[in-house]
């Protein structure tokens, strides 16, 4: 059961863009939702996170949205870079006094960022 | 550097083998999460500890095996391995349960 899903598996965006990449969770218990960035050989690096009671957060050039009524959220990374060509996971996690917290990542979006 | 170190980078061993892959946490995260990555897929959730008691626990096998110590360090045992536990297995860690945890460069396995 994938609670977290990441329906795009890559995407390719000009340099000076917009990158937008998506996500939709299924649980409806989750109240806490991040974005990590992924390098190949390397651990996934927080990026951004927001919380169940907003529906924006921003951090620089990188600003994630949630509907919590679509169970949608997405990250936009305005303007792109090329450095920021990398796989990103979105994950969402439930906090449960007596199950403790753990983060349920979607699968990734390969983001390509063209010169 | 996210500051949770991971012992070895990488390890390679044949079917049947156990190994034991470490984890230091951040100074003062008390929360340790186990995390594998088999080859294109995502981030499958292992097991999670805190203040050395297990909190959560996902799909992890019956062959595997973790704790963490009274010094916050945790270890991950793998036993009787086979050829499909080959992966990378990332540890995080996070101040208190529920917020956002940094992970470690993680440990290669490779079974052979």
């Known amino acids: 059961d994938q609670q977290v899903k990441q329906n795009s598996p890559s995407l390719s965006v000009q340099e000076g863009r917009i990158s937008i990449l998506n996500c939709d969770y299924t649980n409806s218990m989750f109240d806490y939702f991040l974005w990590y960035k992924k390098y190949p050989a390397e651990g996934p690096t927080f990026l951004i996170s927001i919380s169940s009671i907003k529906d924006k957060n921003e951090d620089g050039r990188f600003t994630v949205f949630l509907n919590k009524s679509a169970k949608h959220l997405s990250l936009h990374i305005v303007p792109s870079q090329p450095g920021d060509s990398a796989v990103y996971f979105c994950?969402?996690?439930?906090?449960?006094?007596?199950?403790?917290?753990?983060?349920?990542f979607g699968e990734g979006t390969q983001l390509t960022v063209n010169p | 550097d996210s500051g949770v170190t991971q012992t070895p980078k990488h390890l390679i061993t044949a079917t049947g083998q156990r190994v034991t892959l470490r984890c230091s946490p951040r100074?003062?995260?008390?929360?340790v999460y186990w995390y594998q990555q088999s080859l294109d897929q995502g981030l499958q959730f292992l097991i999670q500890?805190?203040?050395?008691?297990?909190?959560a626990k996902g799909n992890i096998l019956e062959r595997f095996s973790a704790q963490q110590f009274p010094d916050l360090h945790s270890e991950l045992n793998l036993s009787s391995l086979e050829l499909g536990d080959s992966a990378l297995y990332f540890c995080a860690s996070s101040v208190r349960t529920g917020t956002e945890a940094f992970f470690g460069q993680g440990t290669r396995l490779t079974v052979v």
């Open positions: 994950a969402a996690s439930a906090w449960g006094e007596t199950s403790g917290s753990r983060l349920t």
């Open positions: 500890y805190y203040n050395g008691e297990e909190r």
């Open positions: 100074s003062g995260d008390l929360s």
